[in-house]
T-cell receptor, first 114, second 111 residues
Framework: NAGVTQTPKFRVLKTGQSMTLLCAQD?????MYWYRQDPGMGLRLIHY???????AKGEVPDGYNVSRLKKQNFLLGLESAAPSQTSVYFC?????????????FGSGTRLTVV | SQQGEEDPQALSIQEGENATMNCSYK?????LQWYRQNSGRGLVHLIL?????REKHSGRLRVTLDTSKKSSSLLITASRAADTASYFC???????????FGKGTMLLVSP
């Protein structure tokens, strides 16, 4: 009964470092999403995927890359971290793009870039 | 932006009282959803209301939708301290392939 699992849960990076956030879902969902949540800004979509091997840009894609090599995994990469990327990152998945059954979210990754 | 806007931004009530949150949006939608986020956790789907529905109930939750006013409300009856959380509306709008989330209402229920 795992749902959506995000790793790591916390990370501190130095400016310019790179890292990959991993999202795994066990519900056989086609759609997966990466959001960032900042105070007063709500949830903003970074990238999403409509199926294995596909990716698409969301509202705030700059500075991030993603890959969906396997249906159950969706990776978010930061090539050269900047302080502006300090945020809480959430992964979500759904059976349809507009979430007829709702989106299932992971518990988040709190990233600090110093 | 299609982003929904919740109102109020913050709400503080006593246990046993009802809590009402509102969501306004800009363009036509297929459905509208409400989510809850407990502090430090991910969002949890609460309820979905379709554009052809006017009201929907789930336990202590009541959601209304007025497409002519492009607004929705979430009512939590007989609030409990455990209802303390942020509540977000999300819209499935025509022409958009993903949900768009609002900025949320922070609800504090005091014992």
């Amino acid at each position: 009964n795992a749902g959506v699992t995000q790793t790591p849960k916390f990370r501190v990076l130095k400016t310019g470092q790179s890292m990959t956030l991993l999202c795994a879902q066990d519900m056989n969902h086609e759609y997966m999403y990466w959001y960032r949540q900042d105070p007063g800004m709500g949830l903003r979509l970074i990238h999403y995927s409509v199926g294995e091997g596909t990716t698409a840009k969301g509202e705030v894609p700059d500075g991030y890359n993603v890959s969906r090599l396997k249906k159950q995994n969706f990776l978010l990469g930061l090539e050269s971290a900047a302080p502006s990327q300090t945020s809480v990152y959430f992964c979500a998945s759904s059976s349809s793009g507009t979430g007829r059954d709702g989106y299932t979210f992971g518990s988040g990754t709190r990233l600090t870039v110093v | 932006s299609q982003q929904g806007e919740e109102d109020p931004q913050a709400l503080s009530i006593q246990e046993g009282e009802n809590a009402t949150m509102n969501c306004s949006y800009k363009t036509s939608i297929n459905n509208l959803q409400w989510y809850r986020q407990n502090s430090g956790r991910g969002l949890v789907h609460l309820i979905l209301i379709r554009s052809n529905e006017r009201e929907k109930h789930s336990g202590r939750l009541r959601v209304t939708l007025d497409t002519s006013k492009k607004s929705s409300s979430l009512l939590i009856t007989a609030s409990r301290a455990a209802d303390t959380a942020s509540y977000f509306c999300a819209t499935d709008a025509f022409g958009y392939s993903t949900l768009t989330f609002g900025k949320g209402t922070m609800l504090l229920v005091s014992p």
